[in-house]
RNA sequence: GCCGAUGUAGCUCAGUUGGUCAGAGCAGCUGAUUUGUAAUCAGCAGGUCGGGGGUUCGAAUCCCUCCAUCGGCUCCA
């Protein structure tokens, strides 16, 4: 007998081994039936597998993360094994499972590709393997074995990903016909997988690299039961009616041109107020920081950014150089507001005393992002950074690094972006060649960043080789509706720029003494920030910042005059109002306006007319009672203020 | 840039195997209606079916090519 310890420290005997299926029988019969994996030790095991000595374990079902990790990556191996039923051939790279779902990078023998059309075929033969209730059967090898079985079946890619792989923890699976080498855990059979659906094809690159042979990945998802996979779906079809880019077009916002140019957002009215007003909220927000306006133009001498660095990194990949008629200088469209203020920092000499400095810009850059990467406002050719560096002295920065991290705090907080992460972007040492300046300076500006992340208890990732050319950095990641994760706001330290710049400043010492540059954006740019922003609210923003806060619906042509009355007193107390005065039964205004997210429709008839006052429906809510036009205001301002908490 | 898909009026979409197939609803305009909490009625006008080329007696429909968009990959200062 061995003792098997349970999560809440329980120990029970069990017989030499006991599965965790054998586990689960003893607990019920549902649970036999449901569980996917077990946690051995905390190591993940399959439900099946035998346990022969004394263990903690946890047992897992579909319903906590680890079950559904094994539940997706057995769902994997079917996806693959109904690929190989139906197009004989195919060799396979690797399919794990995902967040939501599973993919499988396949290569097809040549000439063959699968599209849409191809998906149902794939679904109705993997729920056909399923149902055969195939176990899915681990098998330990060596790796000569292991090397010989994959070269005997001439498939190249496995061959390579064994190359990697130790001799003695080598694991294959089968389920039916079906053999993988895999490190497991799997489900007991196939048979708990009751629905599945295909969900896309994509072109990924063999290991990521973009030199090599280019493999088919086809995404999936998969379910227990049937019911789970119709909720996933219209979960799926909700987010997409959040899309920034659907709700930017319906509440007109902004539009692209194919005239103007791709990935070159034009904004329009709405959105551009919603945008000056975001802009506005960040100005306050850095006077009280200690930070001064700065404007550069758009463009700069080639030289510029061959001194940042910015040309020799990006420059032929770039929007090519404006060269002028007469002199042929070449400029650059600017990529990055940064060179332009370290030179507004030399034009004048620095004291320690007047450090740091902060020069704030909403600095508008161009970048020539490749073709199949532009998406909506998130990914674009022309955008404006809110950005600032501060130059400060070494004593300061982390100083000033922190007070950073609390405007972006307090930003995400405003607009209650409560599910963000954080990431530190370290440079990647193996390459040195993507990084320029010295060792020693990036030890330094890494150690800074480490050290003011821990102090602000931030619950950090560290991503080595993410970070900057010049310099690492703490990025603000936010996930859009259908979970993508973009970077929004940035915080970068930089000794890099200010040694090629040769900033100075001078010391308590009577010597020159080399600044160091924080690099900021807490919105990150606007464009961004404001299509992560519509899709986390639906369009509905918070009433400081959406373009209308109220619209008077008058219950017919004869109220249009009190109406207008009432609009006169609302904008002059700066109540963003308009007023519907088309012909229309209220019903018909009320459900156009609800449409356009207006928070407040005020409804005026001739009871309001008598009684001096307006109806007011809240977005939302209904009807929330009469007012008169003061108390509204005085609602409204209540409603502002208390959205927006002041700033320590 | 690469893989796959899509592209019909301002918007959302119909258009069966190529043969009155250029349509509908909404939006727009005109008129009627004077409206009480999510769509009043009628009429009118709107498109070289993404661009170009080809096959065919005949192309929105089939082929080629370019462009843009969508989902990924790569990239992201």
Redesign the pocket.
């Known amino acids: 007998m061995i003792e098997i310890t349970f999560p809440d420290k329980q120990v029970k005997e069990f017989p030499e081994g006991v599965s965790g299926i054998d586990i689960a029988r003893s607990i019920s019969n549902q649970l036999a039936k449901e569980i996917v994996a077990t946690s051995v030790n905390e190591e993940l095991w399959d439900a099946n597998r035998p346990i022969n000595q004394n263990a903690r374990i946890k047992l897992h079902t579909f319903d906590n993360d680890e079950g559904k990790h094994a539940f997706w990556h057995s769902s994997a191996h079917l996806m693959a094994q109904a690929i190989e039923h139906l197009y004989p051939g195919v060799k396979l790279w690797v399919g794990p499972a995902i967040e939501n779902g599973f993919?499988y990078d396949i290569d097809l023998p040549e000439g063959q590709?699968?599209?849409?059309?191809d998906f149902k075929k794939i679904e109705d033969k993997m729920l056909e393997l399923a149902r055969l209730k195939n176990d899915y059967v681990r098998k330990e090898m060596s790796k000569d074995e292991a090397l010989a079985y994959y070269n005997n079946k001439g498939d190249e890619y496995k061959v390579d990903l064994i190359g990697g792989l130790e001799d003695g923890t080598i694991t294959f699976y089968s389920q039916g016909d079906f053999t993988d080498l895999c490190r497991g855990p799997h489900l007991p059979n196939t048979g708990l997988i009751k629905a599945v659906k295909v969900?896309?094809?994509?072109?990924?690159?063999w290991k990521?690299?973009?030199t090599q042979k280019?493999l088919?990945?086809l995404?999936g998802i998969s379910f227990p039961k049937q019911k789970f996979l119709e909720e996933y779906l219209v979960l799926l079809e909700e987010a997409k009616k959040r899309?920034h880019?659907?709700i930017g077009?319906?509440l007109e916002l902004f539009t692209?041109s194919?005239k103007v140019?791709?990935?070159l957002p034009l904004w329009l009215p709405k959105g551009a107020q919603l945008r000056e007003r975001l802009e506005n909220f960040l100005k306050k927000v850095q006077k009280k920081y200690g930070y001064e306006p700065v404007i550069t133009p758009h463009i700069g001498l080639k030289e510029l950014?061959v001194t940042s660095g910015?040309y020799a990194?990006?420059g032929k990949?770039?929007f090519q150089p404006i060269n002028t008629p007469a002199e042929g200088e070449e400029f650059l469209l600017k990529?990055?507001n940064?060179p332009h203020h370290c030179e507004i920092y030399r034009s004048k000499p620095h004291s320690y005393r007047d450090l740091p400095v902060r020069y704030a810009e909403f600095g508008t850059v161009y970048?020539?992002?490749?073709?199949?990467?532009?998406?909506?406002l998130t990914?674009v050719r022309g955008f404006t950074q809110d950005d600032a560096h501060i130059f400060c002295r070494p004593d300061q920065l982390k100083e000033e690094f922190i007070k950073v991290i609390d405007i972006v705090l307090y930003i995400f907080k405003t607009l209650d972006f409560k599910d963000f992460t954080t990431q530190v972007s370290l440079r990647d040492k193996e390459n040195p060649d993507?990084y320029i300046g010295s060792d020693e300076n990036w030890e330094k500006a890494e150690q800074a960043i480490l050290e003011a992340v821990k102090e602000k208890g931030l619950d950090y990732l560290i991503e080595t080789g993410?970070?900057?050319?010049?310099g690492p950095?703490l990025d603000f990641m936010v996930k859009d509706a259908?979970?993508?994760k973009w970077?929004l706001g940035?915080i970068?330290v930089d000794y890099n720029l200010p040694e090629r710049f040769e900033l100075e400043y001078m010391g308590t010492d009577g010597q020159k003494h080399r600044p160091v540059m924080i690099?900021r954006a807490p919105f990150g740019s606007m464009e961004r920030f404001v299509a992560v922003l519509i899709e986390h609210t639906a369009g509905k923003f918070p009433l400081w910042l959406t373009p209308e806060q109220a619209v008077l619906i008058p219950?017919?042509?004869?109220?249009n005059d009190y109406a207008k009355n009432v609009l006169d007193i609302l904008n002059n107390s700066d109540i963003r109002t308009l007023i519907d005065e088309?012909?229309?039964?209220?019903?018909?205004k009320?459900?156009?306006n609800?449409?356009m997210r207006i928070p407040y429709?005020l409804?005026?008839?001739?009871?309001?007319?008598e009684s001096q006052t307006i109806?007011v429906?809240k977005?939302?809510e209904?009807?929330v009672g009469t007012f008169s036009a003061s108390e509204f205001i005085e609602f409204i301002n209540k409603e502002v203020e208390s959205q927006l908490d002041e700033i320590k």
């Not at 969900?199 to 690159?205: D, H, N, Q």
């Open positions: 993919y590709v699968i599209s849409d059309n969900l896309s094809v994509a072109g990924a690159y990521g690299d973009e280019q088919t990945r995404y899309d880019r659907k077009k319906e692209f194919q140019g791709m990935g950014y910015h990194k990006y990949d770039s990529p990055m940064c970048r020539y992002e490749q073709h199949g990467e532009l998406h909506g990914r993507k993410e970070a900057a050319f010049y950095k259908l979970g993508r970077q940035t970068q690099h219950v017919s042509e004869k109220y088309r012909n229309e039964k209220v019903g018909r009320i459900r156009d609800e449409l429709l409804i005026v008839g001739e009871k309001e007319v109806s429906r977005q939302g209904g009807d």
